[in-house]
Nanobody
Framework: VQLQASGGGLVQAGGSLRLSCAASGRAFGSYPMGWFRQAPGKERTFVAAISWRADRTYYGDSVKGRFTVSRDNAQNTVFLQMNSLRPEDTAVYFC????????????????????WGQGTQVTVSS
């Protein structure tokens, strides 16, 4: 699976962005997917995840109620709708495909993900 994230950019605090992650390769629809982010000088952190059937979603505490993860398996794409953006959301955002067919309790751990996109920069100005 190859992943390509897009949709990042510069936005003012309180604004919105929608990230997309396009997948190529077979069996995208069977992979749970996740979003992570990495700010300068900081570790990569979990943002959101969605099961392959989209019946389960998970969010990091800092984005709950503001971000929404979704997917369209027919289009091989995962989305991250980001609303009420804050300066602390500034980071490079990565999409990733989970290594197993179903999430375990480690869904927020980056080492559980087998495939990664190249990242897209999100900058939120105050």
């Amino acid at each position: 699976v190859q992943l390509q994230a897009s949709g990042g950019g510069l936005v003012q605090a309180g604004g919105s962005l929608r990230l997309s992650c396009a997948a190529s390769g077979r069996a995208f629809g069977s992979y749970p997917m996740g979003w992570f982010r990495q700010a300068p000088g900081k570790e990569r952190t979990f943002v959101a995840a969605i099961s392959w059937r989209a019946d389960r979603t998970y969010y990091g505490d800092s984005v709950k109620g503001r971000f929404t993860v979704s997917r369209d398996n027919a289009q091989n794409t995962v989305f991250l709708q980001m609303n009420s953006l804050r300066p602390e959301d500034t980071a490079v955002y990565f999409c990733a495909a989970y290594a197993k067919s179903f999430f375990t309790y480690n869904y927020a751990k980056d080492y559980e993900y087998a495939y990664w996109g190249q990242g897209t920069q999100v900058t939120v100005s105050s």
